[in-house]
């Protein structure tokens, strides 16, 4: 162990520092967050909710952040979404105390990481849709003397997890209700993985099956808490949750609560077009959510015409499609001057490398806009978020000048 | 933040403990390392490159796994090959003090971690294959009053960094030669961009090139450096390299180094194949690699015929191919009893969910190997094995009961 630099708090890329400027100081590549985005993302999806009459519990899972999802919770939201114990474990360590998990809870060893949260005060949700499960847990709960809120999760034939029908929905809570161990809570859904030709029908017919099953939970007086849940909608359909949730009038007896989570930093690709569909299904609407999250990288190698090689690849960034690049900077620029990347195509993508293709004018000898260079540093976008976030232990939250105004850790 | 279970060395998914019971004490989805396979790869490589008369410098961006470094240090390896400086000063940071950076070092926050390495005391290699870089890195280690031993990289017309023919070596060279900072201290190759009809041809073709223009830097006394290094190989075609290497006898002259990262788990996918390609072209080796990376996952839903849903997805394993599902274990069982999983097969992915199509026998009434149950623990390989060990800040090193003799960290 070398100690004479030695420094746990910097066991990450980049170790890059408050105060410092993103194009001068900071190790690239490296994640940045614009705060004005993120701050006009932060308002615009409490907004949206609030006007819907719906509370907010953003999935956590995206960035796993808990300067995040402290800003989510200042913003309004009523708790954070989680995917998993381990995920519920670290929010809660970082003050997060309404936890939703949106999956199922197996395992003894996750289940002992929820009951030492509830113990720790805790609250806890997660959900159901098999007998097996439902035994499971009751075993686990009684024994530790604890009691488990659940919420039963109704899915879709051909789908992920989730009962197929209302009549699997009011079998699992007749068995829930023989469980003093456990506490039946509300439904939950999740419409992200519908199929067919016509998917905005079928979301909407969907969330209609929801209410009525939760409806159907109400009437047979099966849900023991006085304030049940209702809740559906990743990134991409929550509008059409928000309208049939809103339409059911279910205020007076559920909690609707909606989860969508890239909506924070939003995105250049998928949810990019699932904004715009959803800004043509909301004429209402006027703005929509602004990318925040990008990667900044630098040209390491130029070694032939209309070709540079980034110093960015898999590692760095999220893969479902190929990054795109945004805009360019000289480094130490100190006006943050942005130069312009049109033409220029990431073709391939490595662990630790971008292969971009020029065009012709890029390599011209240097008038305007600046001939690229080895160190030039370059903005990229890319789809989807989740897959970016969990590429970092830190991420640059940086002003419209490009200073870093804060280094956020994640905690996956 | 709620101090009762707060503890920052628990910042990561599961916390699994030392001495623990991996079918029934870890939290699941775990990243898990077999040490039998371990032990024999670490042997195997370093076997293998001694007996080319080669030194090993592992890839250690595979792993970034400060214990899997001191494994491969203690087998024998010369140095460990990284691929940013973050990764060099996290490497440093563990006690390993050779470090070959194979990339270029761009980025005046990158240099400043390396001169900091260097002043600590690290025996630091880059690459560098531009006019412009040498600039870069003269002007700012001159200032720094520190050298720099620099590798040209040598790479190949429509592959990725390097220079494109020995022209362009040699006017490099030159140039190096020219500043008092940097030390020029070899070649450097990386034969992994091949393409062609002819893969294996053309990288015995692009390994003879290396050679020729390392001897041509001795030859025209460009070389600073006693012991100069030629060094290239990822994990797919090392086995040429350190052929043509061997037949060069480039012993006296130049120190060859090997830097294959992937076979200290190896894979279930590309270099599984690769390995088979190996092992045909080199009839004397008997044995092979052993994959010793995998993912232990639960089922956590069966909501219909045919269908399982395990809690695991991008999130917690690669997936250049979809996972290959291995074995199946019932939780908690003491025996650790392997359970089959013919005919199963993940069919999509999500961030944190898998879809396996289950064959018919799975579902049928419990006899003999059990019916397929919520909470089943199933263990995944995947390809490759980079883009798995970057989703995992511990990793589980079991023995052949799969109880957990350490718990490992990376420092990504």
Redesign the interface.
């Known amino acids: ?2 100690d ?4 746990h708090d ?6 890059p520092q408050t105060g410092t400027r993103l194009l ?5 590549p490296a994640a940045v967050i614009h705060e004005s985005a993120l701050a006009h993302n932060l308002a615009w999806m409490q907004g949206f909710c609030d006007a819907h009459g719906a509370r907010l519990a953003p999935h956590g ?1 995206t960035t796993m952040c808990p300067e995040l999802f402290q800003r989510q919770l200042a913003a309004g939201a009523w708790g954070i979404t989680l ?5 519920c ?2 929010a ?4 997060v ?1 309404r936890l939703l998990m949106a ?2 809870l ?5 289940m002992a ?1 929820v009951a ?2 509830i113990e ?2 805790a609250d806890f949700y997660c959900v159901v ?2 007998l ?2 439902v035994e ?1 847990l009751a075993r686990y709960f009684t024994a530790c003397g604890l009691r488990l809120k659940v919420l039963i999760e109704l ?1 879709l ?8 029908d209302t009549d699997e929905v009011m079998a699992l809570a007749e068995r829930i209700d023989s469980e003093q161990a456990l506490v039946l809570s509300g439904l939950e859904g999740y419409e992200g993985v519908v199929h067919g030709s016509d998917p905005e029908r079928a979301v909407r017919a969907y969330a209609w099956q929801l209410v009525e099953a939760a409806q159907g939970l109400e009437r047979d007086a099966l849900i023991e808490t006085p304030q049940p849940l209702i809740t559906a909608s990743g990134s991409a359909w929550y509008d059409l949750i928000a309208e049939v949730f809103h339409e059911a009038h279910l205020g007076a007896q559920f909690v609707p609560v909606l989860r969508p989570g890239c909506y924070v930093v939003h995105d250049h690709g998928i949810y990019r077009q699932a904004q715009r569909d959803i800004l043509e299904r909301q004429p209402r609407i006027e703005h929509g959510l602004k990318p925040a999250l990008e990667v900044f990288a ?7 015409p209309g070709q540079a ?1 980034i ?1 960015m690849g ?2 760095d960034i999220g893969h479902d499609q190929l990054p795109e690049p945004l805009r360019r900077y000289r ?2 620029d100190e006006r943050g001057r942005a130069l312009s990347v049109q033409g220029w195509q990431v073709i391939r993508l ?4 971008a ?1 971009v293709r020029l065009p012709r004018e890029s390599e011209e000898p240097e008038v305007g806009n600046g001939r690229v ?3 030039d540093i370059v903005a990229f976008g890319t789809s989807h978020p ?2 970016t976030f ?2 970092w ?1 830190r991420i640059c939250r940086v002003d419209e000048r490009l200073e870093v105004v804060e280094v956020m850790q994640t ?2």
């Open positions: 162990m070398n004479s630099i030695h420094d910097e066991l990450h890329k980049g170790a001068a100081d900071v190790s690239l899972k995917a998993t114990a381990p995920q474990r670290a809660f360590r970082h003050g105390n999956n199922q197996v395992g003894e060893a996750n990481i030492g949260l720790a005060g849709d098999s097996a499960n499971q899915g034939p051909g789908g992920r997890c989730g009962c197929r630098q040209v390491v190698s130029l070694p032939e090689i110093g898999k590692r480094e130490g490595m662990d630790q490398h292969f260079r080895v160190g989740c897959l969990d590429k232990r905690c996956f």
